[in-house]
């Protein structure tokens, strides 16, 4: 496993054991990757026992891990899909060398289908601690999509920040005969939202310079860009998490102020 993982161009960590004799507790090599890849010093973890059953137990209970007991192709696939699973858990029992390896190529091509997902992942993450959470945004006319996205984001810690494009930046981004409505009266209905703990006005066209310094723990954005997207667009730090939540269809300001154009 490991010279086909170098093979490929992964940089690979073997944690043991070295030797065939004699025998030793699985939970221990469990725990000992599943921190690493809690501490994000190492992004994936693979770990192979008889089945892989007692190290996968090990492993997710480790905050911060999701381990796969993979056995098949299916689950190989479907467990970062749908699971973003960050630990992969083989049986040598099971399945020989040639499979497991097939496996494991499979479960890290794979990429997590983070625009369905996302929600239903945050569910298992552990009980958020003191999290400084941001979202940005014009929010001229809110709608369910603004309310299901800050109640996702406010869902993700402890205390929800929301960046607020001013009247001039809002302009320049929706056009001359937006907003609708000021930035002090947006600002208002924001902050009677339950999920919504502070708004910050900002006038700069892109929302990097506040980011950078509030340095939030968590940055949500409403779109159909994928993290990584989202990171290069607004020069977002590596030690900040981006979180995407999926727009909700049929549902943005310019859709409601069309409607009511037509009536």
Known sequence: ?????????????????????????????????GTIVQ????????????????????ANKIPGVRAALVHNMETALKSREHNDTNVLCLGAWINDEAHNLELAK?????????????????RIAPQPQRKIIFANGVFDILHSGHIQMLKF????????????????????????????????????????????????????????????????????????WTAEEVRRRDKIPPNIEVKVFPLVANYSSTLVIQHIKNQ
């Not at 501490?39 to 090990?58: P, Y």
């Not at 499979?106 to 945050?122: I, P, S, T």
């Open 1 to 33: 496993m490991k010279a086909y993982l170098k093979s490929e161009g992964f940089r690979c960590v073997d944690l043991g054991p070295y030797e065939k004799t004699p025998s030793v507790d699985y939970n221990d090599y469990a725990r000992q990757l």
């Open 39 to 58: 501490a994000k010093e190492g992004e994936w973890g693979i770990l192979i026992c008889g089945t892989g059953m007692g190290m996968s137990i090990v």
């Open 106 to 122: 499979a479960w890290l091509e794979q990429r997590f289908g983070e625009f369905r997902h996302v929600r239903r992942v945050e």
């Open 153 to 224: 984001a406010k869902s993700l810690g402890e205390y929800l920040v929301v960046g607020l494009n001013s009247d001039r930046s809002a302009r320049e981004l929706k056009g001359s005969d937006r907003p609708i409505n000021s930035e002090m009266d947006r600002k208002a209905v924001l902050e009677s939202l339950k999920y919504v703990d502070e708004v910050l006005v900002f006038d700069e066209p892109t929302v990097s310079n506040l980011i950078n310094e509030l340095q939030p723990h968590i940055v949500v954005k409403g779109g159909e």
